[in-house]
């Protein structure tokens, strides 16, 4: 391809609205263009990028044994109705009518269909196992779109679903998936961290994250340096420091002026904040709930979530902790009816803690549960923090961040058993068949390896997903040689079959530097005038600071042996 002629120009300035290195490189190097909030077109160069990731991983899925098909983005809202994912994925449903008013949704993920496709057409324990997969757009209707590519409303995704006879057949296709996933990042020449995550709208038990480790990722990941243990900070746990235990004291009252905050009321009292109890206040589905925490953690919402097995969670509004008769920065679950109260297991370790006493500038002394008050749900809903105990070994938990590019989830039989996708074993009897699901969003992962890839001067694609391996850059082509060199050389090397983005405009140096440095091609060819007195080009890889002068001659097979070695 001629620069010339390639649709996309790149820019000089970093777009005001781009807040991450991969969104403003990807604007910079005219590969993608904005057409709505979260809405995208993918430009030539993004798009040969895109379809490299996709090659490779429909290989690596036909290579375990995946079926491809194809199902629509246009789905009927009552097949989500029928499995309540709609009110699990709640305003990040696309919606719509169409004209005869029926109900109609963009599909954000496929499992519904994939069920009724299986239910009509494996009924025997003999059509299983299956894997069957497409690479197919999804919309999803994100609150905030942002980042670039990382948080989006429309974007493409490679959907895998599993159907097993029983768990030992699911756990077999979830180990053959992690394992297809991890070969596919290695071949787009990405590093990636396996941690557990929570299932959210998607459901089911077990799930894991592949995460790209980034300084910009969106997401927090708990790990331990001393073992193996990763988890996003949904799913998160640790060990909490225990505080000694003591004898309880009488409850009393002591006056708080103006303390409503545990900051406060800890400073105020002269105690750790670990000594008090925090009052937090949800409502879950329509219904004010109160939780109750140790004072020095935070609640982990999702943990609370999947608790309460609510659709919808939100901090209480100050007007509905009031209209509730709550003394809000006094409240504790003392005295407290006619309200649920889920308290964390941190309250059970320790004595005497410091905790609101339901009416102003007042809380009370020496807490204690269960003395002083019950709570419906004890579990473990507290944020996992750094420097904590390791729930696998006990080290201490350190963080770092990191870009989601695959997620894996072990659904269980809870789709299959509404959608009635059933089997008849060898003795008649008929069973839910055990479903698992297993996405890949391109676009986040190929940002994702532009936020691992990249220096000062602009992207540095890993060779197996560049958009092409070669820029061949002459220098002066108004010197004769040079531009007779450069046109032999680029018909030699499309003839050979490298992958040549050609620089033939008659620029300077300077800018024709910028801008292979800028768009990141693994290997940088360059010719000029010095280098044919020496009958010689000069080779640089996009990643290496120094550069090699090589012989003219031969120069095609040599290039063609450096990209094997690295592919």
Not at 270 to 293: E, M, N, R
Request: aromatic letters at 8%.
């Amino acid at each position: 391809m001629r620069i010339s002629k390639l649709f996309g120009k790149t820019q000089r300035e970093i777009p005001a609205e781009a807040d991450i290195v991969s969104h403003q490189l990807l604007i910079k190097a005219g590969m993608i263009s904005q057409v709505a909030a979260g809405v995208y077109s993918y430009l030539p160069l993004a798009w040969r990028a895109l379809r490299k990731i996709e090659n490779i991983i429909r290989g690596e899925m036909d290579k375990a044994g995946g079926q491809e098909l194809s199902m629509p983005v246009l789905q009927p809202l009552e097949l989500w109705q029928e499995t309540g994912r709609d009110l699990a994925f709640g305003k990040g449903l696309f919606t719509l009518s169409d004209r005869r008013e029926r109900k109609l949704c963009l599909g954000p993920t496929h499992e519904e269909v994939i069920t009724g496709l299986v239910r009509y057409n494996a009924q025997s324990y003999r059509d299983l196992p299956l894997l069957l997969y497409q690479i197919q757009t999804k919309f999803r209707d994100e609150p905030r779109p942002r980042a670039g590519l990382i948080r989006v409303r429309e974007f493409t995704m490679k959907d895998l679903y599993s159907f097993d006879t029983d768990e030992e057949g699911l756990n077999q296709s979830y180990a053959k998936m992690l394992q297809a996933y991890q070969n596919i990042y290695k071949r787009c020449g990405l590093p990636t961290l396996l941690v557990e995550a929570d299932s959210g709208a998607i459901g089911g038990k077990d799930s894991h994250e592949f995460m790209v480790i980034a300084e910009n990722g969106e997401d927090e990941i708990i790990y331990c340096p001393g073992c193996q243990y990763a988890a996003n900070t949904d799913k998160a746990e640790s060990i909490i420091s225990k505080i000694e235990g003591e004898e309880p004291l009488p409850l009393e009252e002591v006056d708080t002026p103006g303390m409503a905050t545990i900051e406060d009321v800890s400073r105020f009292l002269k105690v750790p904040q670990s000594k008090t109890f925090k009052a937090v206040f949800y409502v879950a589905d329509g219904k004010l709930v109160f939780g109750v925490i140790r004072g020095d953690l935070g609640v982990n919402e999702v943990k609370l979530k999947n608790i309460l097995q609510c659709y919808e969670l939100r901090l209480a509004t100050e007007a509905e902790v009031i209209e509730a008769g709550i003394v809000a920065g006094s409240a504790s679950p003392i005295g407290i009816s006619g309200i649920k109260v889920i308290a964390d297991n941190s309250i059970t370790s320790g004595a005497n803690f410091i905790a609101g006493a339901n009416k102003p500038d007042t809380h009370f002394r020496n807490v204690n549960y269960p003395r002083d008050f019950k709570a419906d749900i004890m579990a473990d809903i507290a944020r996992a923090k750094v420097g904590e105990g390791c729930p696998k070994c006990g080290g201490k938990l350190s963080s770092t961040q990191g870009i989601e590019v695959g997620h894996i989830f072990k659904l269980g039989t809870f789709l299959s058993e509404k959608l009635g996708a059933l089997f008849i074993d060898a003795n008649g009897v008929s069973h839910p068949i055990v479903m698992g699901c297993y996405g890949i969003g391109l676009g986040r992962l190929l940002a994702a390896a532009i936020e691992q890839n990249h220096d000062d001067k602009g992207i540095i694609w890993p060779l197996p997903i560049a958009p092409y391996h070669v820029y061949l850059c002459p220098l002066y082509l108004e010197n004769p040689q040079v531009a007779t060199t450069a046109e032999n050389l680029y018909a030699e090397f499309e003839a050979q079959g490298l992958e040549v983005l050609f620089d033939d405009r008659k620029e300077s140096p300077g800018v024709k530097f910028n801008d292979a440095d800028l768009l990141g091609i693994p290997i940088r060819v360059t010719i000029s005038p010095r280098t044919l007195e020496k009958s010689s080009i000069e080779i640089k890889w996009r990643s290496e600071k120094e550069s090699q002068l090589v012989p003219l001659e031969g120069v095609t097979e040599r290039l063609k042996e450096l990209i094997r070695c690295v592919a």
